[in-house]
Nanobody, 124 residues
Framework: QVQLVESGGGLVQAGGSLRLSCAASGRTFSSYVMGWFRQSPGKEREFVAGISWTGARTSYGDSVKGRFTISRDNAKNTVYLQMNSLKPEDTAVYYC?????????????????WGQGTQVTVSS
């Protein structure tokens, strides 16, 4: 069982930066692929980024490549999402998710555990 708690969301102007954190409970955090997803009203949940057990492999959604960076600290049971050059279209609720597998996938249904989400609003 893994419990996830996101933090770091807020209001930022276009071009600004935010860093989201996701703190995980459980002794087996390092054995989970971690992902960030986002969802805005009327839209499907969208894959943002994923990271492998050790952090050696990462994957990004096309809309955030080159602007967002995912990382993890297994000693702290925490995964991060550094978001730079933010755009108004990045406005959404951002969710952290965990998957008990070695593969990074983009499908929300493939993730076993979810946080409650944190709101990110980017003003123009």
């Amino acid at each position: 069982q893994v419990q996830l708690v996101e933090s770091g969301g807020g209001l930022v102007q276009a071009g600004g930066s935010l860093r989201l954190s996701c703190a995980a409970s459980g002794r087996t955090f390092s054995s989970y692929v971690m992902g960030w997803f986002r969802q805005s009203p009327g839209k499907e949940r969208e894959f943002v980024a994923g990271i492998s057990w050790t952090g050696a492999r990462t994957s990004y959604g096309d809309s955030v490549k080159g602007r967002f960076t995912i990382s993890r600290d297994n000693a702290k049971n925490t995964v991060y999402l550094q978001m730079n050059s933010l755009k108004p279209e990045d406005t959404a609720v951002y969710y952290c998710a965990a998957r008990s597998s070695s593969l990074i996938v983009t499908t929300p249904l493939s993730y076993n555990y979810w946080g409650q989400g944190t709101q990110v609003t980017v003003s123009s």
